[in-house]
């Protein structure tokens, strides 16, 4: 098994307020600020996920008194020759932009090829795959484009159902039913979703999805209704038990897991998070009796 660590574009969003005066990289010139971002993580030796959106922050003034940002929507068609350049050599994956029009997924699945990633992360209803009348001929539209361009779904275990009073149409038994549907359909296990929501332990979920398990988004939580900097912590610092992880690595050596843990954790630094994940995970991982 390799386990791939992977950095999200999101947690720059909460990291750069925290460093206002002063970052570890530039953010006031558009997507060479991006650029300057991915080589900093490359170089320490993991990969990213992008998110539809890049903020470029500036200053409004010369005596630096504020900041405004500007957007950059990375599905945009004219920002694909520079982001294939920006990920050359860079393992990569992208996040959903939400829309859910087959339009739109074909200008996501483009990108995703186009720059040279493979797998884009989905929610069940982004795919009008939740409720109780999922629409199974949309989701087989968008499935069938990304198989043609080779880009790999990864339908991620969220909040859709977890409010309902039928079993049936909660989110593990949602990813349950689009997986009997659909054989190349693949789980982003989201470990954080599982401990907010607590339909089912981590081990069930686990248990139910392991063969499909081809993503993983990686962060712990320090309660239930708590604000989302309290949901995005880093592994081991939180309410998932050490069972639940080594439960997790040993079923991912199972399957001879392969895929990214990107890691979706607001502050220190991205970087220094990965860093200390890595030797979280190699600690877990020897107790456990996996990874080698």
């Given at each position: 098994m390799q386990l791939n660590i992977s950095i999200s574009l999101w947690n720059y969003i909460h990291y750069f307020p925290l460093r206002r005066g002063g970052t570890s990289f530039a953010l006031d010139r558009g997507l060479d600020s991006l650029a300057k971002v991915v080589d900093e993580v490359a170089a320490a030796g993991y990969?990213?996920?992008?998110?539809?959106?890049?903020?470029?922050?500036e200053w409004a003034s010369p005596a630096r008194e504020a900041l405004v940002s500007q957007q950059f929507d990375l599905y945009a068609e004219e920002h694909r020759p520079r982001l294939a350049q920006i990920l050359r050599g860079v393992r990569s994956s992208w996040h959903t932009g939400g829309d859910n029009t087959i339009e739109s997924y074909h200008r996501q699945?483009?990108?995703v090829a186009q720059v040279g990633s493979q797998v884009l992360v989905v929610h069940a209803a982004?795919?009008?795959?939740?409720?109780?009348?999922?629409n199974f001929d949309f989701a087989a539209q968008v499935l069938e484009y990304a198989r043609q361009n080779n880009v790999k779904i990864a339908l991620e275990n969220a909040s859709e159902g977890e409010q309902e009073e039928d079993p049936e149409l909660w989110n593990l038994s949602i990813l349950q039913r689009a997986l009997a549907r659909f054989?190349?359909?693949?789980?982003?296990?989201d470990t954080t979703h599982v401990?907010?929501?607590?339909?089912?332990?981590?081990?069930?979920?686990?248990?139910?999805?392991?063969?499909?398990?081809?993503h993983l988004h990686i962060s712990d939580a320090l309660g239930d209704d708590v604000g989302i900097g309290r949901l995005h912590t880093m592994p081991g610092t939180g309410k998932i038990p050490a069972a639940d992880w080594r439960y997790l690595l040993d079923a991912l050596?199972?399957?001879?897991f392969q895929g990214d843990a990107v890691l979706e954790i607001k502050p220190l630094t991205p970087v220094r998070i990965a860093q200390q994940t890595d030797e979280f995970f190699a600690t877990v991982a020897q107790s456990a009796g996996v990874m080698g």
């Open positions: 990969g990213v996920e992008l998110w539809p959106k890049w903020a470029s922050w699945i483009d990108t982004n795919l009008s795959l939740d409720g109780p009348d999922p054989a190349d359909l693949g789980i982003c296990l401990q907010k929501f607590k339909r089912f332990p981590l081990k069930e979920y686990v248990d139910r999805l392991q063969d499909r398990i081809c050596e199972e399957v001879d």
